[in-house]
């Protein structure tokens, strides 16, 4: 991993963890099936369509430095993706 963006990168993948993880940190107090929820509304709803690709990309190579939570938030994303879109709104509580 590098500091800055590569070639074809909207941003630093770096820059996307931390974000990724201050994401995970807000809904962390949801239970787990909300807090995944939530994750992943707001991925969908505010990331730019590579953005969240380079996150799917780099949970596939291992997910390295990414918590447990917003791996599983981001894994809603991949299954949208595959004929199951979810609920599109705030965690419910």
Known sequence: MTGSAQDGDVIALERIIVM????????????????AEGIRNHLRTYWDP??????????????????LHVVEGA??????SHGKPGYYGPPKA
Not at 23 to 32: K, L, M, R
Not at 75 to 80: Q, T, V, Y
């Open 20 to 35: 990724a993880n201050q994401i995970g940190d807000f809904f962390s107090a949801y239970p787990p099936e909300r807090c």
């Open 50 to 67: 590579r953005m969240r690709e380079e996150l799917l990309e780099h949970i596939a190579a291992g997910g390295a430095g990414l918590a």
């Open 75 to 80: 894994a809603l994303l991949r299954d949208e």
